[in-house]
């Protein structure tokens, strides 16, 4: 069964470098996201892609956040200038489509650890 | 969306049926309602959606009442590996996804 991929697994970065975190969504899949979920609390919806462009972000997706889809296949997440705050679980989801049929498939997450 | 309310956590018996319920009193026409679960720290998994009537998959059923305002998960023959937090969330076709608490199920052997 296809799935959404994410690397690497676990992160370790120091505090104000830079960290780009990888996913590959499901082949047939149009619609991109990534989420975080900080140790303890709810997961927290960061930007949805679609047509190689943001179609909606939320607060916490600031200017030091960025996506893109470089290829066919790998949709990226960077941090510019990594906080002790951006350490969290981080997962990427793919749909095929959007609206109200929008099943997203999550991967199986990014450990990001700002030291 | 909607708000929803679920109970902080609940147990149920292997092999038992596990209901999961869930209020979402101020949801709209046509808002679905989604369950979500998140085993252990990993991503979640979508189990189920619907608008009004009853759905049933190979995971689980949805039951939605008539005046749409409450819904119930019910995982027929709970195992060991469905212990996890299951999110009920209310969407209108937004792109995201909004989480809250959730509920947090554990099978009891």
């Known amino acids: 069964e296809p799935e959404v991929t994410q690397t690497p697994s676990h992160q370790v970065t120091q505090m104000g470098q830079e960290v780009i975190l990888r996913c590959v969504p499901i082949?047939?899949?149009?619609?991109f996201y990534w989420y975080r979920q900080i140790l303890g609390q709810k997961v927290e919806f960061l930007v949805s892609?679609?047509?190689?462009?943001?179609?909606?972000k939320s607060e916490i997706f600031d200017d030091q956040f960025s996506v893109e889809r470089p290829d066919g296949s790998n949709f990226t997440l960077k941090i510019r200038s990594t906080k002790l705050e951006d350490s969290a679980m981080y997962f990427c989801?793919?749909?095929?489509?959007?609206?109200?049929?929008?099943?997203?498939?999550f991967g199986p997450g990014t450990r990001l650890t700002v030291l | 969306d909607a708000k929803t309310t679920q109970p902080t956590s609940m147990d149920c018996a292997e092999g038992r049926a596990a209901n999961l319920p869930c209020n979402h009193s101020?949801?709209?026409?046509?808002?679905?309602v989604y369950w979500y679960r998140q085993i252990h720290s990993q991503g979640p998994q979508y189990i189920i959606h619907?608008?009004?009537n009853n759905e049933t998959n190979e995971m689980a059923s949805l039951i939605i009442t008539e005046d749409r305002k409450s819904s119930t998960l019910i995982l027929p023959h709970a195992t060991l590996r469905d212990t996890a937090v299951y999110y009920c969330?209310?969407?209108?076709?937004?792109?995201?996804?909004?989480f809250g608490t959730g509920t947090r199920l554990t099978i009891i052997p």
């Open positions: 082949s047939n899949h149009l619609y």
């Open positions: 101020t949801i709209s026409g046509n808002e679905y």
């Open positions: 892609f679609y047509n190689n462009e943001i179609s909606e």
């Open positions: 989801a793919s749909s095929p489509t959007s609206g109200f049929y929008n099943e997203q498939f």
């Open positions: 969330i209310v969407r209108d076709g937004n792109e995201k996804l909004t």
């Open positions: 619907g608008l009004k």
